[in-house]
Nanobody, 116 residues
């Protein structure tokens, strides 16, 4: 059984940084896409950043230049480096892995709170 375990969330002041990690346990055949989403109460989950197996990345406009997604294929792990954090970055952040067979796996979510 595959599980995604996230870590790295927490409380940070505006302008600060956090690094999220998401590691998969169990066997996933050929992860072709890894992504980070976020969700605030009453809103839909939105895609924040994604990275393909060819290291092609995409970002939502609001985080471009501040967030960086990266992956370690050997460890089945994806990272999200978040710099210059803003109040509006406060959310629960989720990771998602997509396998070669188009199976999607989600993490349990990690809270990121940006507050002074």
């Amino acid at each position: 059984q595959v599980q995604l375990v996230e870590s790295g969330g927490g409380l940070v002041q505006p302008g600060g940084s956090l690094r999220l990690s998401c590691a998969a346990s169990g066997s996933i055949f050929s992860i072709i896409y890894m992504a980070w989403y976020r969700q605030t109460p009453g809103n839909e989950r939105e895609l924040v950043a994604g990275i393909t197996s060819a290291d092609i990345t995409n970002y939502v406009d609001s985080v471009k230049g501040r967030f960086t997604i990266s992956r370690d294929n050997a460890k089945n792990t994806v990272y999200l480096q978040m710099n210059s954090l803003k109040l509006e970055d406060t959310a629960v952040y989720y990771c998602r892995f997509t396998s070669f067979f188009r199976n999607n796996y989600w993490g349990q979510g990690t809270q990121v709170t940006v507050s002074s």
